[in-house]
Nanobody, 122 residues
């Protein structure tokens, strides 16, 4: 079992930057694909970025070149660096994880955090 706790969400103006953090605890001594999803009011959750145990990265098209996923294994923490923020980035962002050694799909994530809210004002 893995527990995930997000932090770092805030209100920011268009063009600003934020860094989201996800602290992982529990059974983290396994090969985990980890990533970030987001959900805006009235919409379905959508995958934002994933990071495989070997460092492979995947991003949805709308955030490529603006967002960067990273992790610090010593701190058991996953990050999402968000730059050039746009109003459409407004959402609750969720940290996710699943016990598999690759991240070639947006589906089948077993572990979810509680979410942290990002608001981008135009």
């Amino acid at each position: 079992q893995v527990q995930l706790v997000e932090s770092g969400g805030d209100s920011v103006q268009v063009g600003g930057s934020l860094r989201l953090s996800c602290a992982a605890s529990g059974d983290t001594r396994t090969s985990l694909c980890m990533g970030w999803f987001r959900q805006n009011t009235g919409n379905e959750r959508e995958g934002v970025a994933t990071l495989s145990p070997t460092g492979g990265e995947m991003y949805r098209d709308s955030v490529k070149g603006r967002f960067r996923i990273a992790r610090d294994d010593r701190k058991n923490t996953l990050y999402l660096h968000m730059n050039t923020l746009k109003p459409e980035d407004t959402a609750i962002y969720y940290c996710v994880a699943v016990a598999r050694p690759y991240c070639y799909t947006w589906s089948s994530f077993d572990y979810w955090g509680q979410g942290t809210e990002v608001i981008v004002s135009s």
